[in-house]
């Protein structure tokens, strides 16, 4: 199915890499399955692999390897927080419990309504604008930096009505 | 330093616009190599310049360069663009604004590798700003400046972003080698090296993206102007990240020698009011933690003068702890950074990780004791020595030194008393 | 890499080794115990578990002049380095001092157990590998006495991982050494396991469908230095210890793997000693140290319960059990009856000695023995068959390997693996084939023909060779011409044909332009070269040595005409009903053996016979070595070995046939059989030393595989290494008729429901089943899908089949498997049809 719907977008992500090494396409078309997918399921495992002429462990042994890639749905949108060591001493623990304490969800949890799931997630490269986390959903990933749980709970909201911002 | 070398925007506003760029002298660096200069010229420019490594390593540029196995190609350039070293953020604000300047600084290295296809090894999270570069990219060529036939030479050059997918390791050379290759992250035995065999088994060079960024001045304003900026072991300008404990924290683009005091106090502020410093991270998680005594911070920060008391620069990701922070606590943050980014590939990092991570969980929440202090330096000595790549020792960098300046602070969560 | 002779001292030891040798192999050689977990010596070293830590100390040099810097006492100054380094990723230096049993390398081992048993689990008590496990040994050898890691805090992981259902990973016990990925990706080139997850999450995983997808998984449990691979079939069976081993030839199919197999006496079988699993047994020249999956857990028939355990006489329309004297009575009536018209028909799964008996006693009776099968070829192997040096482990740069009509993984897996291996050591494979197979992902060259003209392409090569006109009409294509400089250049060449898309006498076509190759390239007559046939069964190269081939005239006249027949081991009317037909029309049939077979229904005298399992005998592989396999458990009460039965049928007739033992009948044999010259069973149970070293204590280094103590048998040389032989002329193929119908085509399946594998029930999710693998085109146009039904009919005959579709069958054309109960045997033109239920 992905192979023959989206093959112009698997033609340019091919091309960037020498032909005798499309192995190394497979991250990028990680991604797309699980924008397709919302997460990566067997069957997606069985057409990158296809793709690329390797097997589909040689595909699946990866999703469990790195962490954006999930190989079951979570909440639709992933608010991970960052809860390391310099975000932590600028009050980040602090913010990511009561932001679930808000949301009436353990931190780790998903809401009842499935759309939003609340993590904490290692450094983002972001160390001078805690708290912050970023949103990943199926389209990709956005920060959002120097947060406060009001403004988290509004960019909640926002994502519950179905607006996106970058 | 009155002006910025690397964080060139915070003067030009615009700068991440190319005909910004290209109207502050943009792109003459890489039109001066292609034109005028042999690939054998231009890494002797950086040879001469001094210029290290900037990702934590501080290898001299040039020399790696020149470890290309000759004969052998193709060649590859990776930009090391996955930075996740826990209080580092400088390559991002250069990606985000600076990012011509990158782009130019790693088509100079190419050209310098004989190199036709680059790639820019991005973190996942960096997912926004990958976007952008794609798109910038795709603007280069249409001004002729990436491509077929740069500046009318038979020099041609593709750079293409390779997303990462959240993984601290694949920020190792060799990891991200696997990595791109489309395997698991996991670092390789060395030898043999990336310049013998890298990428796809070909020669590789991989630099870090603030180390490519100093390339454009390097070319146009010459590796004798270069060497006055900074130490003589470590010339040039450096970003240093100043996160924690601090007043401003944030990007400061210092020459290299610069004391830690001047960046603490007189750039970040200091640590907030009524708290006093107590101890400084110079290198994110991956320090050897230095308690922040007077001569601490009248250390210059340099590669040498760190070494010398007995830390390392590494990338400069400077982490400040004030005296309200709980070193138990602290090497917990670090040492659940490093269980959760092991790779796993060899036993002692794979095992010994996870057993320092619950030794300090078990003393951090008070259920631990005296035996388990010293339990804890113990293994993080048994780990040292024996791992396939750094993670696994840096993992123990913290640990050891947290337990060696602050130990008091360790044998009150054991006695109960925190 | 020069062989150039590097020294070095390892624990005061002087060594000398080639350059180029890792530090492990260099102590290893010299009986120096450097422990290892994630090395084996048939993978590329990974440093990964940091078990082989010591400390290296290498000359030092003069900066200038590269001279040896020289201390005090005239001897090289040695610097050593500041950390422990890894013997096994470190090739040997000349003058360097290795140290592993100083105190600080003795710290690295104990602390690096440490890690390693901070999370496995205390499972020693009911862990399969207690007792033959690297871990147990090496934790007493080098670990430390105690555990500083706070037990609960340990990881608890899944205990009952199916990889498969013929493997299951025990998570917690997993050491991470990456041994079994790397066997599958390296060696087998199969990645169907990989690691996922990170740090101490680190685990193996399969996305394989079925889950561990490779005929050679039972491998890994060999290799795995811990309890965290064990095979479905011994799980919690017994403990190594209380395993007897005995010395065994794998029975299924021609490449003769070495076997070892472990019994014990079995409580909830009645107290009787059974194999409670079957090892590879080291041969380098034959299987190394591997075998595949079929082997491995084709055992089982030797100890099914539906074995024949009495002589049965048939009795009007039924048989009875009766006496062995009462058996033996009425076939010696029967056989005296029928006046010398007598046949004997010998299978391909029985022993020399067997095959041998049944020759003598019916040419002695004035009547022919044959070979049930229908395979040609094997007159032309004694010339041209493999050399007394050939070794597909020779093979590499610089030589070629042909492979004519088979699909050589479900085959013969242990040929397939060690010619991928020949080929990633650069040589040529050349696969001709009608349909895709997995030997092809690793040929220099792929010969795509269509269905059945292995014969034409065979021609094709050689008159790529030889540009005679008489070839002419086989030109082949620029593929044939390149495959054709290959073997021309090749310094050693090796071909193999099988039988798919062929018949009877399209085999012995392809046999004959195979031998007029290796003639016209020069290669015949080559010690390390040579002609090997994919036969179906383990002994049929012994039956050919042994004068026994496919009747001329075809086995149903052969056994329709007869007066009576003796057929031991074969089951022609389990193939196909027309020779059970066959069977009924001949005057009175004797049948020796082990289950209650078609053919065996239809006998008169049925003998029960002894498995492989339970009696001496040996066997001459598709590569002309001679083997010996020993028994292993007591036979079956009231069973006897083939050769006996026909001694003492024999005796019944009036003939003294060798009849005291096995060895004495072998010498008798080798006296008369001409390729058989010289040898004994002494001579067969020869060894040598083999590399690597494997099981005992030094299990921990190559695996559990077994050492060979009992013998490697004996190579036969080719005739044509002797001297010029009998020309050879090749016979133009038949065309198979066209004319709007389908082709049928049988193929080899490695994992079958024959008699010998289907007691073996783990592998019933992977056997091959009646199916009709067809290709997409002709899916779409009969309107059916991945599982639908079809019936094929041809020659009178049908069958339900059910719909496999795959790209790579040729349009026009229906696979079919061979021993799944579908009586086809050799292509043949018919009708397949969608069966479509009515409601």
Redesign the interface.
Known sequence: MLAETYRSEIEAILA???PE?K??????L??LAQRVYGHVP?QA?DEIAAL?D????????????????YDRPGGKYRVQICT???C???GAEAFARELCRRLGIELGGTTADGLITVEAV???????RAPMF?VQDAE????HENQTVDSALALIEMLRQGVRR? | MAEHILLRHRDIPGLDELDVYLKHGGFEGLRKAVTKMSAQQVIDEVKASGLRGRGGAGFPAGLKWSFLTPGVFPRYVVANADESEPGTFKDREILESNPYQFLEGLAICAYAAQVRTAYVYCRGEFWDLAQALEWRIDQLHQQGLLGEQLFGTKYALEIHVHLGAGAYICGEETALLDSLEGKLGQPRLRPPFPAAAGLYGKPTVINNVETLTNLPPVLTRGAAWYKTIGTEKSPGPKIFCLSGCVVRPGNYELPLGTTFRELVFDRGGGVPSGRRIKAILPAGASSTILAATDAVLDTPMDYESVAAIGSTLGSASVIVLDDSVDMTWAVLKTSRFFKHESCGKCTPCREGTYWMLHIAERLHAGRGSRQDVALLETVARQIQGKCLCALGEFSTMPVVSAVQNFRADFEQHAAGER | MSAQPVTLTIDDVGVTVPAGTLIVEAAKRAGIHIPVFCYHPKLEPVGMCRMCLVEIGRPRRDRATGAPVLGADGRPVVDFGPKLETACTTPVGEGWVVRGLTENARAGRREVLEFLLTSHPLDCPVCDKGGECPLQNLTIAHGPGKSRFAYDEKMHLAKRVPLGDLIVLDRERCIQCGRCVRFQEEIVGEPVIGFTERGRKMEIVTFSEPGFDSVFSGNTTDICPVGALTTADFRFEARPWELRAAASICSHCPVGCNLTLNVRRQPNARGQIQVQRVMPRQNEAVNEIWICDKGRFGHHFASSPERLAAPLVRRGEGLVEVSWEEALAAAGDGLRRAQGRIVGLGGGRAANEDLYQLRTLIERLGGSAALAEWMAGGDLIQQFGAGSQFDFGRLGAGDAILVLASDLQEEAPLWWLRIKQAADRGAAVLVAGARPTRLEGHAAQVLRHPPGHAVQTALGLLHALRGTRDLARFRGDEGVRQAAKFIREARELAVLFGREGLDEAGTQALACASAELLVASGHAGRPGSGLIAVWPKANTQGAWEIGLRPPPGGLHSMLAGAGAAVIVAADPAGDDPALGEAVDRCGFVVVQELFLTETARRADVVFPAQAFTEREGTYTSGERRVQRAYPAVPPLAGTRPDWRILADLGAQVGLSLENGSASALFEAMAADVPSFAGLSYRALAHVESQWPIVGGDDLYYGGTAYRNEQGLGIKLPALAEQGPTAAVHWIAPVEAPSGGKVLLVPVERLLDSGTTLLPTRELDPRRARPQAMLSRSDADAWGVADGDEVEAAWKGRSARLAVVVSDGVPAGCVLIPRSVGVPLDAPAAGRVAAVRERA
Do not use: E, N, W
């Open positions: 960037k890499y020498p090494h192995r190394s396409a497979v991250m990028p990680l991604y067997p495992l690329l390797i097997s589909s462990t040689q595909v699946g042994s990866l999703v469990g390897f790195y962490s954006l890639y390391d060591l310099p932590a001493l600028r290692m450094c983002l490269a972001a160390c001078d970023q990709g990933i956005h920060y970058g």
